[in-house]
């Protein structure tokens, strides 16, 4: 945490994520006071109530058959024993955004300024979260992204610039973000706005478009490459609620959106 207070990219990235999420799960960023008052004790309970056989996923990936991976699960797990209590969930809450539009954080001795805006994305279960990825995909995945070719490639502004962007039960955030010199921050700074609500005047190209499609088909396929990219696909259909053989339909619905679609995207969202 030490380490994460004093590079300026992360502070902003901790405080995005407080000012869009609000007072909701999401939104918590604990301070180092208070993880140093957590004791064994605590660490200890906590386990003891989220970490449960009724609520754990396990998967295996490799050179494994179904029966050998029951009898492995049965000889490791298969005395653990759920408590007597109801599992605890957290509430899937919108964000609930701080007032403040800007924030600024004074970092002294700092090197750089870290430029971050944040904006609403879509939620795990929205029909339309193949365009939502394909528009972040336009903004801000990849070195030809639009985003980094108009901080890096054309400005020289900083060494990278990018997009991410999360969803959960509730709703979801887009982000976008780059490090430059002190003097340039509040350029870096409108050039990111500018970029992200530019996209609902100006949808991409034909080339544009298929070249992001590209980067994110590629992504899939290497993960599926690897037997940890691969459990990690796996978990995240489970834990969204999502049927495992959706992730067969992610190549055609990913290619099948147009920019058209993109364009409605970002004028409904950014």
């Known amino acids: 945490m030490r380490v994460t207070l004093g590079n300026p990219g992360e502070v902003a990235s901790l405080a995005l994520r407080r000012v869009f999420w609000g007072d909701v799960p999401h939104g918590r960023v604990a301070p180092p006071a208070a993880i140093k008052r957590l004791t064994l004790a605590d660490l200890q309970a906590f386990q003891a109530l989220?970490?449960?056989p009724d609520r754990v996923v396990l998967v295996l990936a490799g050179d494994i058959t179904p029966e050998a991976g029951q009898a492995l699960a049965q000889r490791l797990?298969?005395?653990?024993?759920?408590?007597?209590?109801?599992?605890?969930v957290v509430d899937a809450a919108p964000p609930q955004s701080l007032a403040s539009p800007l924030v600024l954080i004074d970092l002294p001795g700092a090197g750089q300024t870290g430029v971050a805006v944040a904006a609403p994305f879509v939620a795990t279960a929205a029909t339309d979260r193949r365009i939502a990825q394909v528009a972040q995909a336009v903004l801000g995945v990849g070195y030809s992204s639009r985003i980094n070719q108009e901080v890096r490639i054309q400005r020289g502004l900083s060494y990278g610039a990018f997009a991410n962007a999360e969803s959960f039960a509730a709703g979801g955030m887009f982000t976008a973000q780059a490090q430059t010199n002190h003097p340039t921050a509040a350029e870096v700074l409108q050039l990111l706005r500018d970029t992200v609500t530019g996209l609902a005047s100006?949808?991409?190209?034909?080339?544009?478009?298929?070249?992001?499609?590209?980067?994110l088909v590629g992504s899939f396929a290497r993960r599926l490459d690897t037997n940890g990219g691969l459990s990690a696909l796996l978990l995240g259909q489970i834990l969204n609620g999502r049927p495992l053989a959706d992730l067969d339909k992610l190549v055609p619905?990913?290619?099948a959106v147009t920019a058209?679609?993109?364009?409605?995207?970002?004028?409904q969202r950014w």
């Open 202 to 215: 100006k949808p991409p190209g034909a080339a544009e478009l298929a070249a992001r499609q590209a980067t």
């Open 253 to 255: 619905e990913t290619l």
């Open 260 to 267: 058209e679609q993109v364009q409605a995207f970002a004028r």
């Open 77 to 88: 797990l298969g005395d653990w024993k759920a408590p007597a209590g109801v599992a605890p």
């Open 50 to 52: 989220w970490v449960r």
